[in-house]
């Protein structure tokens, strides 16, 4: 008899940054999820599920340089506002 093993291959996570979340968002609204999810090379459910798009507008503007976007991935601000600038 001859055994199958199954091994769960985990995927890796795909974190987006600001600025690819704000791309996304705005084709979002002319083009459908998969189409999205192709295009970027990411999950279906990643595109379909970004949340707080409130959010995520609201923080793009709020950054003081576009070239921080290209970088940063999440929005959480460092309790040291001189350090979170340094950062950028």
């Given at each position: 008899m001859a055994e199958h093993s199954k091994v769960a291959?985990?995927?890796?996570?795909?974190?987006?940054?600001?600025?690819?979340?704000?791309?996304?968002?705005?084709?979002?609204?002319?083009?459908s999820c998969s189409s999205l999810a192709k295009e970027y090379?990411?999950?279906?459910?990643?595109v379909c599920e970004l949340k707080n798009e409130e959010k995520i507008w609201s923080f793009f503007v709020?950054?003081?340089s576009q070239t921080v976007a290209k970088k940063r991935k999440s929005m959480k601000n460092a309790n040291d506002v001189q350090l979170d600038k340094a950062g950028e």
């Amino acid at each position: 008899m001859a055994e199958h093993s199954k091994v769960a291959v985990k995927r890796k996570r795909t974190v987006l940054t600001i600025e690819k979340k704000v791309e996304i968002l705005d084709k979002l609204k002319k083009n459908s999820c998969s189409s999205l999810a192709k295009e970027y090379g990411i999950e279906i459910s990643t595109v379909c599920e970004l949340k707080n798009e409130e959010k995520i507008w609201s923080f793009f503007v709020s950054i003081d340089s576009q070239t921080v976007a290209k970088k940063r991935k999440s929005m959480k601000n460092a309790n040291d506002v001189q350090l979170d600038k340094a950062g950028e």
